[in-house]
């Protein structure tokens, strides 16, 4: 099956003359969700009574192109020529931030029946513009071919019209073997996401069927490449001066979202070492902005705590893969038991994180981000900037003079103030983006410090620990269980003048932590 769990939306209209806040012009817009599916997946969602309609079919050959260097996959955009029976037509898509990875403008441009080549010049203006500047001059080749068989059915839900579109094919790039294509996109053509939303939530999600944030550019570029797919950092949250505080909690919201989700498909898929850190990353950062607005926009919404507890039962599921894996990578020769233990976890991982719950529960983030029941806050419409200053200082109670009691602080306790420091990190990193003195940038590095330096530590109490942990995921006897657990202790030990100087490292970063404070006070 095709690699599931992420999201690609962005909404279809047409702001002529409209420009993004760094004064770039942008075309229409689109909101499309991606859901990858297997081969008899999608064979069975034909017949399913959410998505029955008058049906249409026709046969796509698309080609790809790009400069040499790749030009156009570098900053976010894809340009396609794609023949059908009705005619031909080029197409330029270019990623917006306000809604992270997940927002595209698009241009569509007809081509004559028998062009074997995009023309740039006969894009709108804006388009045009944008892709000189991207490709510089260079020629544009072509690196992939579509052929896809789809069916489109148009469906009414609640006020929202929707494009029901299956597709299956394969991916072409010269030599190289063929990628199977097997998905399900719903593109909302009027209305509301959230209607888009629901739909997607009528079916039947699970381990055949997930939010895909590939794209077909990425696939085939991908292929073209011979690249394997790569875990996904969290992108900079496209925040702007004056936003509202439900406007700003929603742009954290998807950007946190498609952080999360783009990770999930590696997950479940090949249950990718990096991808997992990633989501366990992911998942924190939901879990920060949900703490960070608790008191303020949520305060009268009780989904938000479900949410917190529903995130905290997916990173649950993650952390034994993660923390074996790091031990492991820690280790010049780690034990076989080590190595099996972490196998185990990352198929618990996995196969947890593919069941419909969790497939689920992003989906459900996404349609509460558009529609919940804070959004009718008093201060939703609020600026967002002198909540903000108030929010990160409350976070920031839980570090405030912890430099002083560092020394005589136990494992557990210094642990506390390692996940206190990630969650301040984590919320205050929300706002960078308005940061006009680079403080903020300052601020987050001595966080960083602290939570490295502490790191070191939790190292060493995660080792004595995990010998239980692989005890019970391998049911080792008690003999060859105490064998493990004497040869980890041996190798993760950190002597008493390596914690003393962790210590000093993390009590001088939090020295730099109060010297750079404040920044937000004047956002």
């Not at 962005?10 to 420009?19: F, I, N, T, V």
């Not at 200082?393 to 020394?407: H, V, Y």
Request: include cysteine.
């Amino acid at each position: 099956m095709n690699e599931t769990g992420a999201v690609e939306t962005g909404l279809r209209k047409a702001p002529d003359g409209l420009s993004d806040h760094e004064g770039q012009q942008h075309g229409p817009e689109e909101v499309e969700i991606k859901l990858a599916a297997s081969q008899s997946m999608l064979e069975n969602l034909r017949h399913h009574p959410a998505l029955l309609g008058q049906s249409q079919s026709e046969t796509l050959r698309t080609t790809y192109f790009d400069t040499p260097d790749g030009a156009l996959a570098a900053g976010k955009a894809s340009l396609r020529v794609r023949r059908r029976a009705k005619g031909c037509e080029q197409t330029l898509k270019i990623a917006l931030g306000r809604k992270s990875q997940m927002q595209r403008s698009e241009w569509n441009q007809p081509l004559h029946a028998d062009a074997q080549a995009p023309d740039p010049s006969a894009f709108p203006a804006p388009a045009a513009l944008a892709l000189d500047r991207m490709r510089g001059g260079a020629h544009l080749l072509p690196y992939a071919e579509l052929a896809v068989e789809r069916e489109t059915r148009l469906l009414r839900r609640g006020k929202a019209l929707i494009e029901v579109a299956f597709d299956k094919g394969e991916i072409r790039a010269g030599d190289r073997p063929t990628q199977p294509i097997a998905e399900i996109e719903l593109e909302l053509c009027e209305g509301r996401l959230a209607d888009l939303l629901r739909l997607a939530l009528e079916l039947p999600l699970g381990p055949d069927l997930g939010w895909s944030i590939r794209t077909k550019a990425q696939r085939a570029q991908a292929l073209a490449k011979g690249r394997t797919p790569q875990a996904v950092s969290a992108a900079p949250v496209a925040l702007t001066r004056g936003m509202s505080g439900a406007r700003a909690f929603q742009t954290i919201g998807w950007n946190v979202l498609a952080h999360a989700v783009g990770n999930l498909g590696l997950v479940i898929s090949r249950g990718d070492p990096g991808a997992i850190h990633q989501l366990r990353v992911a998942i924190r950062r939901m879990r920060a902005a949900l703490s960070l607005f608790a008191k303020d926009l949520l305060a009268l919404d009780p989904q938000a705590r479900l949410w917190r507890q529903e995130l905290r039962e997916a990173a649950m599921l993650l952390a034994p893969a993660r923390d074996l894996h790091v031990l492991a990578q820690s280790m010049k020769n780690p034990p076989d038991a080590l190595l099996r233990a972490e196998a185990a976890a990352t198929q618990n991982a996995r196969e947890g994180l593919s069941q419909p719950r969790f497939q689920r529960l992003w989906l459900q983030l996404a349609l509460w981000l558009e529609d919940g029941a804070y959004l009718a806050s008093p201060l939703a419409g609020v600026a967002v900037e002198p909540m903000a200053a108030a929010m990160i200082e409350r976070q920031r109670d839980a570090i405030r003079g912890m430099r002083k009691r560092l020394t005589g602080m136990s494992d557990s306790d210094l642990h506390e103030l390692r996940k206190d420091v990630k969650k301040l990190r984590y919320s205050a990193g929300f706002f960078v983006a308005l940061d006009k003195s680079r403080i903020g940038r300052a601020h987050q590095g001595a966080l960083e410090q602290v939570q490295g330096a502490l790191g070191q530590i939790q190292d060493q109490v995660s080792a004595m620990e995990a010998g239980v942990a692989i005890t019970r995921l391998l049911d080792l006897p008690r003999g060859e269980a105490l064998a493990l657990q004497a040869q980890l202790d041996k190798a993760m030990a950190l002597p008493a003048a390596g914690r003393a100087r962790a210590i000093e490292q993390a009590r001088a970063g939090l020295a730099l932590e109060k010297a750079h404070a404040g920044w937000w006070e004047a956002l």
